[in-house]
């Protein structure tokens, strides 16, 4: 690695905390992103010639904060008339040079920064680009080829999205427990938004979304480093790395989906489902199971089994009803079927999902799912009308060619109903 | 003499490695692990999991209290270590050096060994 790399490595692994804690200082997130930036122009000129500071983070919200100052004070005698609360603003932050930077203020910093992105009026798409942009500092034009749109328009997403947070006025305070651990929910929620943003991409698309996965879990590692007692973050974060390990198995080389149990266990990700597991042990010590760690603990049973036919599904049928009692959902549900197929079998499984007709007519999996039970309980001509739909629903190419191979797998039987 | 080589990295900053850059950098420094053991001078190597998968047992109390998370908030955490058998704190150090060299950043702190136990029981190690 060369000088440059490194340097930019250690201003990528700080740039949450010193922007978070920036931004307490100016109150406002462009200034805190135009501090960011000139602390980082001058450690890239400064660090290669005196090497690096001790201490990266504190290192840049000093100079962020000097240089933000500086660049405020010149704007205010450019101005005719000062803004008052501005300059109000600033003495508090100068008066705070002198102040020790501390671990529990930088978690506060870092929590609130991430809960900015979760505002409830933006859309999920730009609460992801939002926090990819200003949290992570991914360029737009990553961000927009994440989501297949131009720079320029992602570009007017994300300032629209920073308009509607600027308005939101959330507190600069310290939040009360009660509410730290709302921003915390809040925020986990979001992270995983962004990992399921980067997790689902198709074939074609995973070299512009795989960053996605690895910031989410980069972000919740922090999270977990602020909040190292929280078990539900160390279930997502588990959560996240097992799911993650499966990467490299999840395409064949023609980009067509290779399901869970048709992939090359061998090709999973061994330390990433190591570190998976342990954090999902560490998180189960303090028996406060939530949403996250059920989850964490399903695809934990997928990693744990050698071969597909060695996954426990009874126990995995068990997890997914206590998600039903915890978050009652009809996906949930759906995905308890999948179990129950494999450990009960299909007849029982068919009935569980029927009842749901109603809520996922619209969701690919519930008929991708509804065809594959009709079709092992020899109800072919059923089970031809439900892959058909699903097809019509498929989000991607990948999706749409799995349910024609099940499709293929029918044979001549029947009659085809459509096309 | 036995020293341990401990390394120090900001944790932040060695997560958000690329998968590329983190096989570089194993690359580099298994290159002089081989070297070293085809020398007979490599004891045990491990890389630790990132602190958030750590668990710290305070026993200065009674009964001990189990903690989340490393024992010491640091700036730069313990992220891995080397067990190496040298001449002395010189050849130490030069190993220490060359492997900063592979892996620039945070710090190695050289640490002569006490007592080691290599797990064999017939090769406890009393320098």
């Not at chain 1, 997890?319 to 299909?346: H, I, W």
């Not at chain 2, 990295?9 to 081989?34: F, K, P, T």
Request: with cysteine; hydrophobic share 45%.
């Amino acid at each position: 690695m060369s000088d440059l790399d490194w340097i930019e490595q250690a201003l990528t692994g700080a740039r949450p905390v010193a922007v978070a804690a920036l931004l307490r200082y100016f109150r406002d997130l462009d200034t805190a992103e135009e501090a960011f930036q000139e602390a980082c122009l001058r450690a890239l000129s400064n660090w290669p010639k005196n090497g690096p500071p001790r201490d990266t983070a504190a290192w840049l919200i000093m100079v962020g904060r000097n240089a933000g100052v500086d660049a405020a004070r010149k704007r205010s005698r450019l101005e005719a008339l000062p803004d008052e609360e501005k300059l109000s603003d600033l003495e508090d932050a100068e008066g705070a040079l002198a102040e020790r930077l501390d671990g529990s203020q930088y978690r506060d910093d870092i929590l609130r920064l991430l809960f900015i992105c979760c505002h409830p009026d933006l859309p999920r798409t730009g609460q992801i680009a939002l926090a990819l942009r200003i949290v992570s500092g991914l360029s737009v034009a990553r961000i927009a080829s994440a989501f297949l749109v131009g720079e320029s328009a992602m570009e007017q997403r994300i300032t629209r999205a920073k308009g509607r947070v600027a308005k939101a006025d959330v507190p600069f305070e310290a939040p009360g427990p009660a509410e730290r651990s709302e921003r915390l929910s809040a925020v986990a929620a979001m992270l995983y938004l962004v990992f399921n943003e980067g997790y689902s991409a198709g074939f074609d698309q995973t070299e512009a979304r795989a960053p996605l996965c690895d910031e989410a879990i980069r972000l919740t590692r922090l999270l977990l480093r602020i909040f190292p007692t929280e078990p539900e973050i160390m279930g997502l974060l588990a959560l996240m790395l097992l799911q993650h390990s499966r990467t490299a198995a999840r395409f064949d080389a023609e980009g067509a989906l290779v399901l869970l149990e048709d992939q090359d266990r061998t090709a999973w990700d061994r330390p990433m489902i190591g570190e998976g597991l342990a954090l999902l042990d560490k998180a189960m010590r303090h028996n406060r199971p939530g949403p996250y760690q059920i989850q964490a603990a399903v695809a934990a049973l997928h990693a744990r089994a050698r071969t597909a036919t060695e996954t426990d599904w009874p126990q995995i049928d068990h997890l997914y009803a206590s998600l039903e009692l915890m978050q009652p959902s009809p996906v949930v549900t759906l995905n308890r079927a999948v179990a129950v197929f494999k450990a009960r079998g299909a007849g029982d499984a068919l009935a569980l999902i029927e009842p749901l007709e109603k809520d996922l007519a619209g969701y690919f999996y519930f008929h991708g799912a509804r065809g594959a039970f009709l079709k092992d309980l020899g109800r072919r001509e059923e089970a031809r009308e439900s892959f058909d739909r699903a097809i019509a629903l498929a989000g991607t190419a990948a999706e749409a060619a799995y349910i024609r191979t099940q499709l293929d797998g029918l044979g001549g039987y029947g009659k085809r109903a459509a096309s | 003499m036995l020293y341990a080589i401990l390394c120090y990295h900001d944790e932040n900053a060695v997560c958000g490695w690329s998968r590329e850059q983190d096989e570089a950098v194993m690359g580099r420094l298994m290159g002089i692990q081989d070297r070293l053991a085809r020398e007979g001078k490599l004891g045990p190597v491990a890389r630790l999991m990132p602190t958030t998968a750590a668990t710290t047992l305070r026993k200065d109390r009674d009964p001990p209290l189990v903690v989340d998370g490393p024992f010491a908030e640091t700036k730069e955490q313990l992220l891995g270590f080397y067990l190496v058998e040298v001449a002395g704190l010189e050849e130490a150090l030069a190993i220490a050096r060359e492997l900063g060299e592979a892996n620039p950043g945070g710090a190695h702190e050289v640490r002569p060994v006490g007592y080691a136990h290599m797990g064999d029981p017939a090769k406890a190690i009393t320098s």
